[in-house]
Nanobody, 118 residues
Framework: QVQPVESGGGSVNAGESLRLSCVASETYCMGWFRQAPGKEREGVAHIDSDGIASYADSVKGRFTISRDNAKNTLYLQMNSLEPEDTAMYYC????????????????WGQGTQVTVSS
């Protein structure tokens, strides 16, 4: 298993968009988590190998998770970004149960910073 590697973070203004990417080995479930300073890491979205996705309520309608199984790449398209979205974003992969729980994931990337200014 290759450790996931994220890219695509950056600094934007509120209302703008960013697209995160993550390259990892082939796994059943892949997800995005985020952690803001002083807060616990929380699930943002996850998707299984069949393309079934699930989102946190705070990002529904704004973020879209997708994956390219041929390239072993996970994406997170983030639109209408808000200052509250500022966090380190982590890519994670799981061989088993696909969920929004941190404990389900076996492999983690180092993270990519997303900063949204008002």
């Amino acid at each position: 298993q290759v450790q996931p590697v994220e890219s695509g973070g950056g600094s934007v203004n509120a209302g703008e968009s960013l697209r995160l990417s993550c390259v990892a080995s082939e796994t059943y479930c892949m997800g995005w988590f985020r952690q803001a300073p002083g807060k616990e890491r929380e699930g943002v979205a996850h998707i299984d190998s069949d393309g079934i996705a699930s989102y946190a309520d705070s990002v529904k309608g704004r973020f879209t998770i997708s994956r390219d199984n041929a390239k072993n790449t996970l994406y997170l398209q983030m639109n209408s970004l808000e200052p509250e979205d500022t966090a380190m974003y982590y890519c994670a992969a799981a061989d088993g149960l696909c969920s929004g729980s941190r404990g389900s994931y076996n492999y983690w990337g180092q993270g990519t910073q997303v900063t949204v200014s008002s």
